[in-house]
């Protein structure tokens, strides 16, 4: 499957972007997927992730009620809505997906997933 990442951009702290990633194959609704980020000078870092029916969902602990993540079957897409964002949100965000269920406690890790966008950059100014 293919992963193409969009929506990312300049905003000042506190504002909000919506990331979106659109799947090339309509059995998009098998896979799980994530969001991750990477910072110049930094480890890839997880900070969203969604089971393929669109309940189970987890977050890195820093985006917690500012982040939410999202998937639309119909439309081949995965969102990730970003609010209140800070200066260290700042990265190239890349989504990533998986055929078939991850074990929750696996979610996090980016070697479960098989497949990776090409990354779309958020930088947010202080």
């Known amino acids: 499957v293919q992963l193409q990442a969009s929506g990312g951009g300049t905003v000042q702290a506190g504002g909000s972007l919506r990331l979106s990633c659109v799947a090339s194959?309509?059995?998009?609704?098998?896979?799980?997927m994530a969001w991750f980020r990477q910072a110049p000078g930094k480890e890839r870092e997880f900070v969203s992730a969604?089971?393929?029916?669109?309940?189970?969902?987890r977050y890195l602990d820093s985006v917690k009620g500012r982040f939410t993540i999202s998937r639309d079957n119909a439309k081949n897409t995965l969102y990730l809505q970003m609010n209140n964002l800070k200066p260290e949100d700042t990265a190239g965000y890349y989504c990533?997906?998986?055929?078939?269920?991850?074990?929750?406690?696996?979610?996090?890790?980016?070697?479960?997933?098989?497949?990776w966008g090409q990354g779309t950059q958020v930088t947010v100014s202080s």
């Open positions: 990533a997906a998986r055929n078939g269920r991850i074990i929750v406690s696996h979610m996090s890790r980016a070697g479960v997933y098989d497949y």
């Open positions: 969604i089971d393929p029916s669109g309940v189970t969902r």
């Open positions: 194959r309509s059995t998009f609704s098998n896979y799980g």
